[in-house]
């Protein structure tokens, strides 16, 4: 799950805070942490910090689950640098995401991976999040960089279509793994073949989504229905009604876990917003 960044009042990242989540995620039941994601509010951590955030959660971690890292970045360049941070403070693999700002070409996508795979021997979940880059990468694409290396071990796809997911696996087959990014999509991307999930509402609910993992794999689809419906509607107040940073942490600092605000220029949700959050949460 890509885990939040705690910061403090003046935007410090708070990290008495982010080791009471880690034991709150990992009591939650689940297999992997991923520091510096989306979630995590990446974008504004500098490279100093993404180090130290690494460093801190493979240590508090123990090995009790994997710890991955969010490396993408806009230069193939700058990817490789963070990828090769990444592992030198210990993450087991890495989670690229398309390049963002300017709009890549396919050729230009499975390039950037190659590259960077062929620069840092560490496994790689390609992350496809149309709505923060702009753009869907072609599932072709995916084929043809699972083609080029075996490094490319999965792909967390967040774009919420079931066609895009449906056809990474046909093309990929059993060479990667095929993951949900959203919450919506958990049980119906287990039921096309996908493996798993790496979804935001994890933070909060880390033990609902978890569940419906193991209810489908012991096919008690009553159970995984259930659970996916507490999902959607976590998710839907969180992350589709909300601005999903600032809702998150709302909700987590309600169950006492002082997840504190986003860093600047995002803006805690005002007190409307935050009590729907806080009335959400009673529900589930």
């Known amino acids: 799950m890509p885990t939040v960044t705690p910061f403090d009042k003046h935007g410090e990242i708070k990290f008495d805070a982010l080791e009471a989540l880690i034991e709150h995620w990992l009591g939650g039941g689940v297999s992997g942490l991923i520091a510096n994601a989306s979630t995590g509010e990446a974008p504004y951590l500098s490279r100093d910090e993404k180090k130290r955030i690494i460093e801190f959660m493979v240590d508090k971690v123990d090995g009790r689950a994997q710890v991955y890292a969010g490396t993408g970045a806009m230069s193939t360049r700058e990817t490789i640098t963070l990828t090769m941070d990444a ?4 993450a087991e693999a890495a989670l690229v995401t398309t390049p963002f700002f300017f709009k890549p070409t396919g050729d230009e996508i499975a390039e950037h991976y190659i590259a960077l795979m062929d620069a840092v021997d560490l496994p790689v979940i390609l992350y496809n999040v149309p709505k923060f880059t702009g753009y869907s990468v072609d599932p072709r694409t ?51 073949g996908g493996k798993g999930a790496i979804v935001a ?3 909060v609910i880390p033990a609902q989504c978890v569940g419906i993992v193991e209810a489908y794999r ?67």
């Open 87 to 90: 592992k030198a403070a210990g």
């Open 142 to 192: 995916v084929a043809r960089i699972a083609e080029e290396s075996n490094c490319l071990v999965a792909m967390k796809d967040s774009g919420g279509n079931p066609g895009t997911m449906a056809e990474v696996i046909r093309l990929c087959g059993d060479r990667i793994n095929a993951l949900s990014g959203s919450a919506d999509m958990i049980l119906p991307a287990l039921m096309l």
């Open 201 to 203: 509402v994890a933070n």
């Open 218 to 284: 012991r096919n008690d689809l009553a159970a995984a229905g259930e659970g996916q419906h507490t999902a959607s509607y976590v998710n839907k107040v969180l992350v589709r009604e909300n601005p999903q940073i600032a809702a998150i942490k709302t909700a987590l600092n309600q169950m006492g876990y002082g997840a504190g605000e986003p860093r600047r220029p995002l803006k805690p949700l005002d007190e409307a917003a935050a009590e729907k959050v806080r009335a959400a949460m009673r529900d589930v």
